[in-house]
């Protein structure tokens, strides 16, 4: 699939995406708009759009990361317990800090999403039967040991309701000045580009990566530090997102191969393209009222995870 394309597709969605909602806004009359009509744009659907650009990209861009490292094409930060890691920091900032600030919530949850990973990880190297479909399972078991811990202390401090509204991903409350932590991801991004040869060599294994004179520890360690980064602040801002990081990765790969820092950017504009595509269909598909994007990727995204298992056992991988 070429670049292009992609870019092609990005602008026709992000139109479309800026001209759907209960206010109507023509893009005939965009030089007539009444003052309802401008704050409407400026403060709600430029945001949200901003937003779901973001999030397509680095939640994509995180499983590509996580892939390469784990030398697992089934795991991403839905899959490693990452996700459910930042629920439960979240949830823990609520509980410390009683009037809890964005920032704080996103440092709290940055922490505990890092130490899930972590946590992964070293679950993942004591494990000596690495099939495909068992390390993903494995990942799964363990974001719900967590999941049901934060359920558990949710109940014991009545912040059910405050951490169920992280349970599902939903772009319908971004406003403008409340989704401005999503930038952190614009930088981190940049420099997972830049490192994406030595995570390419990390992929390879520790003896490979020391043999060629590459700190294979920090290397990794950097990595994990970029995905926990990333899926706190989409998780602060957005909520859980299912299934990306796991499905973009191998969508590209399945056209592009398996170097890393090639498919980065078709990872990243695939991602975008995929959320855009199911943020328009969530918005119309009961308009004027809409289905939350993590139902929407969650549906669509399953099906094409089992035709990806389905497709794997069809060819002996």
């Known amino acids: 699939m070429k670049i292009r394309y992609l870019v092609i597709a990005i602008i026709v969605l992000s139109l479309t995406s800026l001209f759907i909602g209960v206010t109507n806004i023509s893009p005939f009359s965009l030089f007539d708009l009444t003052e309802a009509q401008k704050q409407v744009l400026f403060d709600s659907r430029f945001p949200r759009l901003l937003s779901i650009l973001i999030a397509g990209m680095s939640m994509s861009i995180c499983g590509l990361i996580m892939q390469q490292l784990s030398k697992n094409k089934f795991v991403s930060p839905t ?45 993942l190297e004591k494990i000596k039967f690495k099939d495909a479909i068992f390390i993903p399972l494995v990942g799964l078991m363990f974001g719900n040991i967590i999941s049901s811990i934060s359920t558990f202390f949710a109940y014991r401090n009545d912040l059910i309701q405050n951490m169920s509204s992280w349970m599902q991903g939903d772009f319908s409350m971004i406003m403008s000045g409340n989704y401005e932590l999503m930038y952190v991801s614009i930088p981190i991004l940049i420099l997972a580009y830049f490192y994406a040869n030595k995570f390419t060599i990390a992929g390879m294994g520790e003896d490979f990566s020391k ?68 943020d328009i269909i969530g918005r119309v598909i009961i308009y004027p009222y809409e289905i939350p994007i993590s139902l929407t990727v969650g549906v669509i995204g399953s099906a094409i995870f089992i035709y990806m298992l389905v497709r794997r056992r069809k060819y002996g991988l």
């Open 79 to 123: 899959t490693a317990g990452t996700l459910d890691s930042a629920r439960l920091g979240i949830l823990v900032s609520l509980m410390v800090f009683t009037a809890a600030s964005p920032l704080q919530k996103m440092i709290v949850s940055f922490a505990f999403a890092l130490i899930g990973t972590f946590i992964f990880m070293k679950i």
């Open 211 to 278: 043999n060629l004179g590459l700190n294979y520890r920090q290397v990794v360690n950097l990595g994990l530090i970029i995905v926990a980064l990333v899926t706190a602040s989409v998780v602060l801002t957005v909520g859980v997102i299912p299934f990306l990081g796991l499905i973009i990765p191998n969508i590209v790969t399945i056209y592009q191969g398996d170097h890393l820092k090639k498919n980065l950017l078709h990872t990243a504009l695939l991602g975008a393209v995929f959320v855009l595509l199911c």
